[in-house]
Every structure is written in C-alpha cells, then in structure tokens.
C-alpha cells in the first residue's frame, strides 16, 4: 500500500527566504506526482505534475524534483512572499491505479 | 473555461440524515473522482468514474456511502444514516482520460450534528 509523508508539517519563514518542502513515498512504482497548493476553505490548485520518467519540473519561483529510487520529492519556492503563505500538499499516482494518494501537507507561513 | 463545480458549498445535516452531494466536472472530462479531506489532513481517496461506471470503489468507508454518474458527467456522492465522523470536506475531481492531471474543484463541506 503506497504511504505518502510530507516533513514538515508546518513552516513558518521570513519573507524573502528560499522555501524547501519534502515529500516521501513508499512504493517506487508511481506514474507521477503532483504538488498542490491549498488556501483555507478552499479546493486544491495544480502547482507541477512530473512524470516518472522526468527528474524535475520548473513554473516560475516554483521548481521540483523528482528521485523516484528513494521515494522522494522536494518543491523549492525561490524568494518566498506572503502570498506563498498556503498548504502544500504532494500525491503520488501509481502506476496499478488512477487514484492518487496524498501526504498530510505542510503548512507554510511567510512572514512580511 | 469553467472548473469543476460542486454544490452545495457546505452542508449541515444531523446524525442519521441522508445527504447528496454534487459534483459537475469540466465539460469533456470522462473521468471523475471523489476525495474526503478531514481537518488537517490530506485528500483521501473514495471512488473513481470511467464515464458511467465506477472503475474503482475501494475506497468507500462501508455501504452508507454510495456514487453515481448514470450520464457520465454530473455525479452525485450519496451518504445514508450520516455519522458524525462522516463530517468532513468532499473533493471531487475530473481529468481528460484516465491517468491525466486531475483538477479540483472547491469541495463540500459536510458537518453532521
């Protein structure tokens, strides 16, 4: 049963500060995974997909990558801004199913 | 073009009630998913639709919880005898084909009393 952990689970960083999230998966046999963004009360937003065949994908300050051997994933958001201030969360689509299995998130706060 | 809506936005019902939720996912969209999210915690999977019919259900909790997509779009999540532990925020989610990204709409929030 794939398991998906996000450390830490909360973050609080001064505005300007380089953000670093972490993601874990147990079963290596995933078709891609996917970061999202989440804002109190609301649904979830689409940040990056990667494939399992590609290391990395980049949006603008966001980039992530992708070591699918050791079951790990890390979104880095350059120069933070209070309006990075959201959930984070990570989800892993296995290669046997559609249904993606997501981690518990991580909090972020900016401070201006 | 629109996203996947969802109504109602949050529902309030009381212990032993039955509920049905919405959910219209992007126009052309042939699958669809639905997700529980409980606070603070992330999305947990419940059912997938193929067009009409449900590809994997093995995440439904027990039998009070059932799903339908009878036309292949607009699907309706049915719970019957609602629980207090059923509260919690409905996701539903559509993607092009099977295995595309999956996008989400806004949820439904459900409090049982």
């Known amino acids: 049963k794939q398991e998906v952990t996000q450390i830490p689970a909360a973050l609080s960083v001064p505005e300007g500060e380089n953000l670093v999230l972490n993601c874990s998966f147990t079963d290596s046999a995933i078709y891609n995974l996917q970061w999202f963004r989440q804002d109190p009360g609301k649904g979830l937003t689409s940040l990056l997909l990667?494939?399992?065949?590609?290391r990395e994908q980049t949006s603008g300050r966001l980039n992530a990558s992708l070591d699918k051997s050791s079951g790990r994933s890390t979104l880095y958001i350059a120069a933070s801004q209070p309006g990075d201030s959201a959930t984070y969360l990570c989800?892993?689509?296995?290669?046997?199913?559609?249904?993606?299995?997501f981690g518990g998130g991580t909090r972020v706060l900016v401070k201006p | 073009g629109a996203g996947v809506s969802q109504t109602p936005s949050n529902k309030v019902t009381e212990k032993g009630k039955y509920v049905e939720l919405r959910c219209d996912p992007i126009s052309g969209h042939t699958a669809l998913y639905w997700y529980r999210q409980s606070l603070g915690q992330g999305p947990e999977f419940l059912i997938y639709?193929?067009?009409?019919?449900?590809?994997?259900d093995s995440g439904l909790p027990n039998d009070r919880f059932f799903a339908v997509r009878p036309e292949g779009s607009v699907s309706t999540l049915k719970i019957q005898r609602t629980e207090r532990g059923d509260s919690a925020v409905y996701l539903c989610?559509?993607?092009?084909?099977?295995?595309?990204?999956?996008?989400f709409g806004p949820g439904t929030r459900l409090t049982v009393t």
């Open positions: 990667i494939q399992s065949s590609q």
């Open positions: 989800a892993v689509k296995t290669a046997a199913g559609n249904k993606l299995t």
């Open positions: 639709f193929q067009g009409t019919g449900a590809a994997d």
């Open positions: 989610a559509s993607s092009s084909e099977q295995g595309a990204k999956q996008y």
